[in-house]
T-cell receptor, first 114, second 113 residues
Framework: GAGVSQSPSNKVTEKGKDVELRCDPISGHTALYWYRQSLGQGLEFLIYFQGNSAPDKSGLPSDRFSAERTGGSVSTLTIQRTQQEDSAVYLC????????????FGPGTRLLVL | AQSVTQLDSQVPVFEEAPVELRCNYSSSVSVYLFWYVQYPNQGLQLLLKYLSGSTLVKGINGFEAEFNKSQTSFHLRKPSVHISDTAEYFCAASGAGSYQLTFGKGTKLSVIP
């Protein structure tokens, strides 16, 4: 596909359950980002992958959050034992290598924890 | 670390009127600046970016922004807005050579018919 895709588009889960969110970046993009967008809070950086380098996990809010990127392409963000405060839109972006390159965003996954 | 401030959380404007959305950034070192737009239930789309060179940057949909180093600002402007411009607009900054983008909290533009 031409753009970044994310699935599912919407997810409703019960408190305490685990969820997996998927991101398919633009083909050939070596960099991949996950962000969380909460109401009125802007975008909060979660994690960054670049090629085969160790990911920058500095934005993950707790050890319940983890992410992996398999084969340098698809990425999965996992939230274990979900809490109501995890409800947000989770956005994925990818970028080609190079200074000042644009990040291209997917449509997001809207997560609601009941 | 960079910080980005969008001074207005909401801006209402009448159709065909001009609009300015304000953005200030914190760092005085070389910086890359971006404006993104987010339509309802969609991801972010790049409007324009400043890397270097001319301080006036033109983007899509008739938007432009001016980089002002002395005022550390990168305000977004459009001379005549349309209903379809109703959306949330995010300013973002990164240090030159940095992979991190820091976003402002967004400005919701509402165009009134």
């Amino acid at each position: 596909g031409a753009g970044v895709s994310q699935s599912p588009s919407n997810k409703v889960t019960e408190k305490g359950k685990d969820v997996e969110l998927r991101c398919d970046p633009i083909s050939g993009h070596t960099a991949l980002y996950w962000y969380r967008q909460s109401l009125g809070q802007g975008l909060e950086f979660l994690i960054y992958f670049q090629g085969n380098s160790a990911p920058d996990k500095s934005g993950l809010p707790s050890d319940r959050f983890s992410a992996e990127r398999t084969g340098g392409s698809v990425s999965t963000l996992t939230i274990q034992r979900t809490q109501q405060e995890d409800s947000a839109v989770y956005l994925c972006a990818s970028r080609s290598q190079g200074a000042g390159e644009t990040q291209y965003f997917g449509p997001g996954t809207r997560l609601l924890v009941l | 670390a960079q910080s980005v401030t969008q001074l207005d959380s909401q801006v209402p404007v009448f159709e065909e009127a001009p609009v300015e959305l304000r953005c200030n950034y914190s760092s005085s070192v070389s910086v890359y600046l971006f404006w993104y737009v987010q339509y309802p239930n969609q991801g972010l789309q790049l409007l324009l970016k400043y890397l270097s060179g001319s301080t006036l940057v033109k983007g899509i949909n008739g938007f432009e922004a001016e980089f002002n180093k002395s005022q550390t600002s990168f305000h977004l402007r459009k001379p005549s807005v349309h209903i379809s411009d109703t959306a949330e607009y995010f300013c973002a900054a990164s240090g030159a050579g940095s992979y991190q983008l820091t976003f402002g909290k967004g400005t919701k533009l509402s165009v009134i018919p």
